[in-house]
């Protein structure tokens, strides 16, 4: 990674210095008088983000940050004077419903050079995609993205003091820049409406078959993870069309009939799933710290919580009997499969060496568990619970290890913008569809009847520059 500087009178362009790195994040940033320059660095894959500096006067390039190898790490630097700079410390991390990185908590702090030393000044809970400096007023700002899916602007003093300027649900703000000559905050604005596609497939073809994927609902919010009944004639989704997460139903057989489940106005909802009789919707709730597994009865409209916990819960699946549910449960130690009797209503451990996102397959009578390892390519299987794991597909065939699903003939699974296909026997692997760089793919979803894959993919990619005036501040 090299870091160059273009001199703006003659367009020369002088390399300043030149290191080994696995990845960088964030804009680069001058001190006020231009002595240091510094931007945040992953310097191996297995290293957390550091805020590496440049001395001009030294010309040595050396980090000063040193976060805790088990935090995400440190990014956005910005100088407040010439020996002191203010960053971001991403101390817990998830992925979010597009399965990208989301911070769970992240912390402002402010760093003396001369002495070491790091006060706290502000802790999110949240993604904190941006920061900006007032050195007239000597205030920062800095966007949060936190957990009801609200991006909010805040203004806070090195005190610690904070001032809510503005906030919006379901947008996504990043790259914030404080113009002092107009007093105004810029920042991108993104917005990436997800729209359920249908995929016509035939898993006997062999080779490539690119098949354009057709648009269901296009509509202009964020419509995501279907599931279906068992017949097939009832279907549920979740969307943000009403300006909160919620539970749909779709009716494919009622000229494609919408109907609004659920008003809970405010939690992030994940995972919803259909029971095998289409009697009950399974989901995922995320409110104020707190994880849940909850059931809506689709006759009464009742919700009930099934089990709850500080530790994350994911990827709740039925079992074909509908009598019992699978869910992902975070012990402290890491993601492992939890099974749930629904007569008994005691969860008991399934997997001990890992389980991630977990799906039955039904083959000649007999269910078999297929389930991922959170982190990990290839994708494991159990006749029984009490079996020895098996393993279904290679890491070196399957390497995602959330957006998949499991069928008769295979397994489809997506992988780097692309949705590949494998039969069981691994004798049959090939591309089903590729759509662009900035498609997020996620759950991906079979049909009952296999005939068709559905998939929630962005149908556009909005972004916007805007301006936030702010009023004076005192002096």
């Known amino acids: 990674l090299s870091w160059k500087t273009i001199d703006l009178k003659d367009g020369e362009e002088k390399t300043i210095t030149t290191m080994k790195a696995y990845r960088h994040t964030g804009t680069m940033h001058w001190s006020p008088e231009g002595r240091y320059l510094a931007k945040s660095i992953k310097p191996t894959l297995e290293s957390p983000f550091v805020i590496m500096a440049y001395d001009f006067h030294t010309q040595q390039t050396t980090p000063i940050t040193s976060p805790n190898p088990s935090f995400f790490g440190d990014a956005y630097p910005i100088f407040i004077n010439e020996q002191q700079l203010v960053f971001i410390r991403f101390e817990k991390t998830r992925t979010s419903k597009v399965n990208r990185f989301q911070a769970e908590q992240g912390t402002i702090y402010l760093k003396d050079l001369a002495s070491g030393k790091l006060k706290v000044i502000r802790q999110f809970e949240g993604t904190i995609s941006g920061l900006s400096w ?71 073809e062999k080779g490539l078959a690119n ?17 279906f009944a068992r017949e097939g004639n009832l279907a549920s989704f979740i969307s943000d069309r009403s300006g909160w997460d919620e539970l749909y139903a779709w009716h494919p057989q009622q000229s494609g009939r919408i109907q609004q489940l659920t008003k809970l106005r405010g939690p992030t909802v994940l995972y919803a799933q259909l029971s095998p009789d289409g009697s009950k919707l399974l989901f995922q709730q995320y409110w104020q710290k707190s994880y849940s597994l909850q059931w809506l009865d689709l006759s009464t409209g009742s919700i009930t919580t099934l089990v709850s916990s500080g530790q994350a819960i994911s990827y709740p699946t039925w079992h074909p009997n509908g009598q019992e549910i699978l869910y992902s449960h975070h ?5 492992e499969l939890f099974s749930l009797n629904l007569s008994q209503k005691q969860p008991r451990q399934i997997t001990t060496d890992g389980g991630y996102k977990s799906q039955f397959s039904v083959k000649d009578g007999r269910p078999t568990l297929f389930y991922s390892k959170f982190g990990q390519a290839g994708i494991y299987q159990k006749h029984t619970y009490a079996a020895k794991e098996e ?49 997020h793919l996620t759950e991906l979803v079979l049909s009952p009847e296999e005939a068709e894959l559905f998939i929630s993919i962005p149908h556009a990619l909005n972004i916007d520059v805007e301006e936030l005036a702010l009023h004076p501040h005192p002096e």
Not at 331 to 335: D, I, M, N, P, R
Not at 402 to 423: K, M, N, V
């Open 391 to 439: 393993i279904a597909f290679p890491d070196s065939a399957v390497q995602n290890y959330s957006s998949w699903t499991i069928g008769e003939a295979g397994i489809f699974f997506c992988q780097d913008y692309t949705i590949h296909f494998i039969s069981h026997d691994l004798s049959n692997r090939r591309q089903v569809n590729r759509y662009s760089s900035y498609s």
């Open 331 to 335: 012990t402290g130690q890491g993601y």
């Open 211 to 227: 098949r354009q994927g057709i648009p269901e609902l296009n509509s202009s919010h964020w419509d995501w993870g279907i599931s």
């Open 134 to 204: 007032d050195s007239h007023s000597e205030r920062l700002f800095c966007l949060v993205r936190e957990e009801d899916q609200q991006t909010s602007v805040y203004e806070l003093c090195l005190s610690g003091t904070a001032k809510l300027l503005k906030e919006e649900r379901n947008v996504w703000r990043r790259n914030l820049t404080y113009n002092d000559a107009t007093k105004t905050l810029l920042f991108e604005r993104w917005e990436m409406p997800l729209d359920l596609q249908r995929i016509p497939i035939d898993t006997k």
